[in-house]
């Protein structure tokens, strides 16, 4: 699986903020299974499956609910209530936009042209990100801590973005990031401005830095001074595709005033 690294069934529920227990139960359902099983019944799963789960579990969550609250006096009843439907409202809406923006990347990138560069105005987007510490090499736990910060316990799954942020001239990551939507509960670390961007989009096994220099050398002719980073976007096509191995990558990066 590339150079990602299994993780183990505690590992994966503590990354995602869920109990241990409910892996167990949906495997023993046959509703979400781990990657790998050896003989001996231990379970191994990837970063491929983070929103296979959020799909998964966010189905079955809406078909259900699990009674918390007895009832003493009927109009607090009915402001409890009251109160879960507000919270649930707002975290189907949250989910709903980032479901769209999904399917709006996913239908984007069936109709792009590989390595074609054009600019192209963006609006601000605030990033979640998580920075790689000095001289670790091992992508899958920086993918794990980011995660794990980004999902939050008690709130819809909804599908996971993890780009990666590379300096111009480098070929190491340098952070990890998810976007975020409006009404989200975290605050950004770091919010991309507005403005003219260079957009581009390459498969997974082509080399990334193919495609940066080829951006770097469009803005040469172009008379374009870029910013320092490059931020590149996987697109998730197919159901358990990693983001350290995805299929179609979307890259960006500022165009300076």
């Known amino acids: 699986m590339n150079d990602e690294k299994y993780l183990t069934a505690g590992q994966f529920a503590e990354m995602l903020h869920i109990d241990r227990h409910l892996l167990d139960t949906y495997d023993k359902r046959g509703l979400f299974q781990p990657e790998y099983r050896e003989n001996n019944g231990h379970k191994w799963y990837s970063l491929g499956q983070i929103n296979d789960w959020q799909l998964c579990f966010s189905l079955n969550q809406l078909s259900k609910t699990t009674p918390t609250f007895q009832p003493t006096d009927y109009q607090d009843a009915l402001r409890h ?16 936009e980032r479901i769209s923006d999904s399917l709006t990347r996913l239908e984007t990138a069936t109709h ?26 091992d992508l899958t736990a920086l993918v794990v801590k980011h995660v ?24 190491m990551v340098e952070a ?11 605050e950004a670390d770091v919010t991309l401005p507005a403005g003219r961007y ?60």
């Open 148 to 171: 794990r910060r980004y999902v939050l316990a008690g709130t819809m799954p909804s599908p996971v973005v993890v780009g990666q942020r590379v300096r111009r001239g480098e070929t």
């Open 112 to 137: 792009v042209v590989f390595n074609r560069i054009t600019e192209v105005d963006r609006t601000i987007s605030p990033l979640l990100v998580t920075p790689r510490p000095k001289a670790s090499d």
């Open 198 to 257: 260079l957009l581009s989009y390459r498969s997974g096994d082509q080399p990334a830095e193919a495609v940066f220099q080829g951006m770097v050398d469009y803005a040469k002719d172009h008379r374009l001074i870029l910013d320092d980073s490059f931020y590149q976007t996987p697109v998730q096509t197919t159901v358990g595709e990693s983001p350290l191995a995805p299929k179609i990558v979307k890259i960006i990066i500022k165009v300076r005033s």
């Open 81 to 96: 209530q009251q109160r879960l439907l507000e919270t649930q409202i707002n975290q189907l809406i949250l989910a709903q």
């Open 176 to 186: 990890v990031y998810t976007p975020l939507t409006q009404g989200a509960s975290h």
